[in-house]
């Protein structure tokens, strides 16, 4: 992943480095097993315009125990940089929650760590994306399989979640998004106004059309209705403004909709290819 700084001009590449599953290795008769030591990397790369870029630093993201992976940057009007990934250990206080956490960490300007912070559940979360507003608070977008809040609500699919962080770390808040299907929060964006935008996917054909939180939990419909999907939208004309007639009859429309559907993934489903990875 790649993320510009506005001045000077600087490059940084996030990824990772060693291997994320044990390798085994036999001699003779006996096989020796190298454990897994995936970690996450950052390198800022300055004197563009040269030519011949230089390396400002080059830091590694390592937990207490396990691995990690860095997958993006973000670059805040200060110039510090910021790195969202995933961590199977702890960072001292910072106690993993599950199997995989989301890990998010704020570097300055000349690489030095300011903070490392976890976000997780029992089970295991994933980071897509992330993006700065202008007052360089952190917005960060992905996927858990379990309540990331007491007040979450799990179904044992992959939820997409949204989390806002100031400067400093603090987390103000953290939305998790369950469907009747997996669902994935990919990427994340905020306009001027602080308005914060979501993309991803929901599998599964009738589990899309059932979409129904996003919107509820953003408030009618999100941002120039943005989240203003077909169920949400028929909760909205029969229970909010108690047009119950019209609310009936787009509930009808879903229903020959999803049953159109049905017949069609029944009838199709014997050409369909699966492929297995031994």
Known sequence: NFSSAGAPPSLYLAGNSGSAIATSTASGSQTYTTAADQQGRLVKLSDLSSGTPTSTFNATLSPDTGNTTTSSTAVDSNGNVYT??????????????GSQDVVLTKYDSAGNLQWTKLLGSAG?????????DSSNNLVVAGSTTANLTPTGIANGNADSFVAKYDANGNQTWVKQIPTLADNGA???SVDATGNIYVGGQVTGVIG???TFTPGYIFGKGGPSDSLLFYV?????NAFAYFQMGYGSALAWILFVIVMILTWIIFRTSSSWVH????
Request: aromatic share 16%.
């Open 84 to 97: 969202i990934g995933t961590a199977t250990g702890s960072f001292g206080n910072e106690l993993n929650q």
């Open 124 to 132: 295991k979360a994933d980071a897509y994306s992330m993006a700065i």
């Open 186 to 188: 990919n990427s994340v």
């Open 208 to 210: 899309a059309l059932q």
């Open 232 to 236: 949400f939208y028929l909760f909205q």
């Open 275 to 278: 492929y297995e990875l031994d």
